[in-house]
């Protein structure tokens, strides 16, 4: 729930910053104080979004290897992080970006304070794909125990696995394939622009698919 919360805030904020922003010249010009606290609220839900991922693959990790962890204390600790911790990066993210002077033009133009961003982004993809790797490695190795062990998953763990391990890669899709952006000019800039609207245009297509439309249940 707060993982899809986070991107249904980001989603339509995206669709605000299109909406309200992109196609007026005289708006990015003016660089009106509403809009630039627009992009960095936008980015704090962008930064949520990757929290609440690595969120679920640290719950899911949890639950398979340490049997004594409190379900409940886990999940009020998670919920604190991630929504807290991204202020932090995003505090961070705007100090340096007043700091270095580039906050003309609503701040659409990429500037070198992106890197505090992709720090956590990478954080949480690198992390996920560790966690997944030995949920994987637990799940198989109780599964090959036999039926009489106690401690085996259950079907519903093992079904919270398998959206898991669909869903990750899904939602990071974008960054995955386009982490570092081409500076200004460069040969590959137009290739990374057509990938990463590409990926990340189709995510949600790709989710409901998989998810919805192939789902036998729905």
């Known amino acids: 729930m707060n993982l899809f919360t986070a991107f249904a805030f980001n989603n339509f904020l995206w669709l605000l910053w299109y909406r309200l922003v992109i196609p007026y010249p005289d708006v990015i010009l003016e660089n009106g104080i509403w809009c630039q606290c627009l992009h960095i609220i936008l980015h704090y839900f962008l930064l949520s979004c990757y929290a609440w991922m690595l969120a679920e693959g640290v719950y899911l990790h949890t639950l398979l290897v340490s049997a004594f962890t409190s379900e409940q204390k886990l999940v009020k600790v998670l919920t604190i992080l991630s929504w807290s911790v991204p202020i932090l990066f995003i505090a961070l993210y705007t100090t340096l970006r007043l700091a270095s002077g580039q906050t003309d033009q609503c701040w659409i133009d990429e500037s070198d304070s992106n890197t505090v961003l992709i720090v956590l982004v990478a954080t949480s993809m690198g992390l996920n794909f560790i966690f997944l790797c030995n949920i994987v490695r637990v799940v198989i190795g109780k599964l090959r125990a036999g039926p ?23 939602l990071g899709l974008n960054y995955l394939l386009t982490p570092f952006r081409p500076p200004n000019n460069h040969p590959w800039e137009t290739y990374y622009e057509l990938i990463s609207a590409v990926t990340a245009s189709f995510q949600g297509l790709c989710v409901a698919t998989l998810f919805c439309f192939c789902n036998g249940e729905v």
């Open 148 to 170: 009489a062990q106690s401690s085996r998953p259950s079907r519903a763990l093992l079904q919270a696995l398998r959206a898991t391990l669909l869903l990750l890669p899904l």
